[in-house]
């Protein structure tokens, strides 16, 4: 046994000594990094930190993910030539108002989760997680002369970078012993307070059919919301207010059909 201890001495604790640092790593990292995105660059628990001054730097269009990019590429190659054998990291970079938490791998980065230190935060770049959208929700219209309810249907994408987004709808609503049917289209401009929290305002234009006397009309409705993010969409609660006195309730589940 001491003849062994005496051998695991000589041979495992060279071994172990050479077999990879994360200091080491993070010191070749640094004579490396691009000060012009990143002021500093430290370690945490064995996780990579990295500071920028202020989001603008990597906010601008085009440079944001090069910039994660090329440093998270650089920091995973770093690992491994310092014989850190890693097939993924993860990254944080910290910023004056909250920060960004990063998957690398070897051939992607991915935003796992952004948070901010602000109670307001209208950020251009959402994280949501599609573009084309659907959405299924319950609907009452009070006002004008009866009060109804019923369903709201709605299909279309986000624009200008998640600031706005357009979309086709179809709602029809029960009163008494008869219906009506609404369709057209709708745009917002979206506001996104949290991580997790959301605000909306628009407009709406559409044609209101009765189906009983066969009239119709044309509605212009100013919308506004609020909306509860979740992982594969969000709930959302809109109040619109009509041209003829009327005003509906809707509340609903947005859902993505498509990733970016």
Do not use: C
């Not at 909306?200 to 066969?214: D, R």
């Not at 044309?218 to 993010?229: A, F």
């Amino acid at each position: 046994m001491r003849l062994l201890a005496l051998i695991a001495s000589i041979f495992i604790l060279p071994i172990s000594l050479f077999s990879g640092s994360y200091d080491s790593a993070l010191s070749d990292f640094k004579k490396t990094l691009d000060y012009k995105e990143f002021s500093s660059a430290e370690l945490r628990n064995e996780i990579l930190i990295l500071h920028a001054s202020s989001y603008a730097i990597i906010n601008e269009s085009g440079k944001k993910n090069d910039a994660i990019k090329t440093a998270g590429f650089l920091w995973l190659k770093t690992l491994n030539l310092n014989g850190i054998e890693s097939k993924n990291t993860y990254i944080i970079v910290l910023l004056k108002d909250g920060g960004e938490l990063w998957n690398i791998t070897s051939s992607s980065v991915e935003l796992m989760e952004r948070w901010s230190d602000n109670k307001l935060f209208f950020d251009p770049v959402q994280t949501r997680s599609g573009r084309i959208f659907g959405f299924l929700g319950a609907q009452t219209t009070m006002g004008g002369d009866v009060k109804s309810s019923g369903i709201n249907a709605r299909l279309g994408s986000t624009l200008f970078k998640d600031r706005f987004d357009f979309s086709i709808f179809f709602s029809h609503n029960s009163y008494d012993s008869a219906g009506m049917n609404s369709y057209g289209v709708s745009l917002r401009a979206l506001f996104p307070l949290t991580r997790k929290y959301g605000a909306n305002l628009g407009v709406q234009l559409s044609k209101v059919s009765y189906e009983e006397g066969g009239e119709s009309t044309n509605v212009t409705s100013i919308l506004g919301g609020v909306n509860y993010y979740l992982p594969a969409g969000s709930f959302d609660i809109t109040l619109l207010i009509g041209n003829n006195s009327t005003y509906s309730l809707i509340a609903g589940y947005t859902f993505y059909l498509t990733k970016k």
